[in-house]
């Protein structure tokens, strides 16, 4: 991994190519962790990856200026970018003892931290769903008067019953995810993450020069 460093990468990782000893529920939720968290959320964190790494002074400064109680190593470090690698590695199966992390709770906590610190898109889902339910509900009255007209004898009362609560809970619906959006760019101001990181700053003095000429004939004239 510092052999990477060397070779000018400012971030390495360790990326795991197989998971010997781990139990079917914990690959399965892992995999499938990894899909749902880079789907909804705004960044793409490399699969088969921990919190193991290695990080020039530079990427850490930028880390400790974000300052957050609740941190997704993993996804902070893919938001700040910087230039990234990885090195794979094969990992055997633990020999003694007995680890006191949780593989269900654990890799659940995990996952919903990542993906309520970057991701908005569940808020964004919920409005989607609110509108999908209540334009169901003009479908389904217009499929009830299809019925009535059509002479089927349907139960009364229930056709209205079921399409007045369809089309208030698809309105609830889209309300809380209106709410739920507001909410989520009031937490991303709160978190005061940088909109841009700066790599390198590349002077010119020739430029330079010709900007300060034309700020002086600009004020001259």
Known sequence: MYAKIQEGYEVVYAKRRSRKGETL??????YFGYKIINKLSDISI????GDFRIMTRRVIDELRKLNESHGFLRGLVAYVGFKQAF???????????KGNY???TGSLKIGLNGLISFGSRPLQMMSIAGAFIASFSFLLGAWYVLQKISGVNLTPGLSTTVLVITFFSGVQLLCLGLMGEYIGRIY???????MFIIDKVIENNNIRNEVNDTVKCENIC
């Open 46 to 49: 490399p699969r088969n990856t």
């Open 25 to 30: 529920i914990k690959q399965v939720i892992a």
């Open 87 to 97: 090195v794979e590695y094969d990992r055997d199966p633990r020999l003694t003892g």
């Open 188 to 194: 991303d101001e709160v978190k005061r993450r940088p």
């Open 102 to 104: 949780n593989r269900l």
